[in-house]
């Protein structure tokens, strides 16, 4: 990477992480935004700090295979160093995932690699768990199967609902997301023959914040 990485993040909605990553850019920065979603909250953030947007609509392409191919080249055409899943609700094809090897990771609100998918605090009280939280992790051709990066937890309360749920674990990304993206433009965590490495301080840091990282149970 020359330079400061560049990260594109890709939304679909109100972009809290991405506003988040944003405000605590540290050894990147934001270099672009994709969105399928032309009203999407985020998209109107990014325009007004002159952040370059690119709209790429399911509607404007006569195929799912040809917009996911869109989606995929106006994301190369952002020249990132890193590309960073912020609510993006769109799953990526094989040659994307290929495109970005090792340099595309998506934040999702359970602990992986429970709770994949959607509507994950309301099936989190449903299942009457007693952890929950957010994992980083690289971006597979599943849906949120790809090799945890890191993940931030918090106790579920007994009297905790989906909406209580939602609040305190995105606060856990928006401390954990950034984190993440500094240590992978820094090389301090990467991914080798599928195993994700970490350096010794991101290790220690990781202790110091609570987070987990991938390999701890070794
Ligand atoms: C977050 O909860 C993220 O984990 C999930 O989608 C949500 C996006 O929220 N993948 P925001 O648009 O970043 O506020």
Redesign the pocket.
Known sequence: MDGIPSVTVL??????????LFNRARGYRIGAVVSNKRD???VAWARERAIPVTIVEREEYPSLSAFKDGVRDAVSATQPDLVA?????VVLPPTFIAAFQGRLV????SLLPKFPGLD?HQRVIASGETQHG?TVHYVDAGVDTGAIIAQASLAVAPNDNPESL?ER??AL?HEL?PWVIGHLAGSEISLCNARVQYSSRVRQEAKERGFRLSNDSE
Do not use: D
Request: neutral net charge; aromatic residues 6%; charged residues 5%.
């Open positions: 939304i679909s909605g109100r972009g809290s992480n991405l506003i988040n999407a909250a985020g899943l912020a609510g993006f609700m998506n934040i999702h609100p994950t957010c939602a674990t995105l990304e997301y």
